[in-house]
């Protein structure tokens, strides 16, 4: 489902270069929970953006869901993109939309008629269970519902593959446990691939069946969880 091959990514600036990503090799299979697990500056958000497109990298190759990021340009980055969604810690938003229009909005832009945008809306609602909520601004939300508008706006799409940015890092234990645990649920219904970058252990042992670590650029080790943080 995910290839990256020696993918390399170099920042230049005048002052310098900075190698946030220095030659890493994955492969992530269809329906997967990938964690990727690493300190600040490790190079995971650097990473994280290769994957959908946003960031071009310096050196190697990059595929997912069928699509060749490395050189999609144009209309095949954007259908690349609808496959490829992604969730934030900020949740990033639209503060003057409610909750229906914030994930009606992505189906808006790729030209879905109104109709099958209110039905499709109506499931998604459900799906990550916001019923009764959905007249509310995000600024009448608690974090965990945020989280989970950007969840529906991230699935409108029918995506592939859910790339997730420390996506419970600005929650409370407790609401991190329950947004995990509706990750844990669209990907056993939907089958979905699911690769998050977290600096807490907890999320990897919560729900990852393998993870990768990073340091400086590098994968230094990755397996199945179990293997990689044994418990003492
Ligand atoms: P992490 O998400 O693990 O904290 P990042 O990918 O954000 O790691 O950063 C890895 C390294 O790349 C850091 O040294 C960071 O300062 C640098 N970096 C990240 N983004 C940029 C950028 N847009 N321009 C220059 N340097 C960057
Ligand atoms: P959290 O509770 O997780 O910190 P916030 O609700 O504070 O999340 O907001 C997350 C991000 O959205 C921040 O970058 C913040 O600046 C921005 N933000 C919050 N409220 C608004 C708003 N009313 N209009 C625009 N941006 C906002």
């Not at 089958?191 to 230094?220: S, Y």
Request: proline residues 3%.
């Amino acid at each position: 489902m995910i290839t990256l091959q020696n993918v390399k990514k170099i920042y230049k600036s005048k002052t310098g270069s900075v190698t946030a990503v220095d030659g890493v090799n994955l492969d992530i299979k269809q329906g997967e929970i990938f964690g990727i697990i690493g300190y600040s500056g490790a190079g995971k958000s650097s990473l994280i953006r290769l994957l959908n497109g946003l960031e071009i990298p310096t050196e190697g190759s990059i595929s997912v869901a069928g699509h060749q990021i490395t050189s999609a340009k144009g209309n095949k980055l954007r259908k690349a993109r609808q496959e490829i969604s992604m969730i934030f810690q900020h949740f990033n938003l639209l503060w003057s939309r409610t909750v229906s229009e914030n994930i009606e909005f992505p189906l808006e832009i790729i030209g879905v008629p109104k109709k099958e945008r209110l039905r499709r809306v109506d499931e998604l609602v459900k799906l990550v269970g916001l019923e009764g909520r959905e007249k509310a601004y995000p600024s009448q939300l608690s974090g965990g519902q945020k989280q989970r508008v950007g969840i529906a706006r991230a699935l409108a799409s029918n995506p592939k593959v859910l790339l997730c940015d420390e996506a419970t890092s600005a929650l409370d234990p407790q609401t991190t446990d329950s947004i995990l645990d509706l990750l844990v649920d669209i990907n056993e219904r939907l089958g979905l691939t699911i690769v998050l970058i977290t600096h807490e252990m907890h999320v990897i042992r919560k729900i990852c069946h393998r993870v990768a670590v990073m340091e400086d650029g590098k994968i230094v080790e990755q397996g199945q969880v179990l293997e990689v943080f044994r418990k003492p």
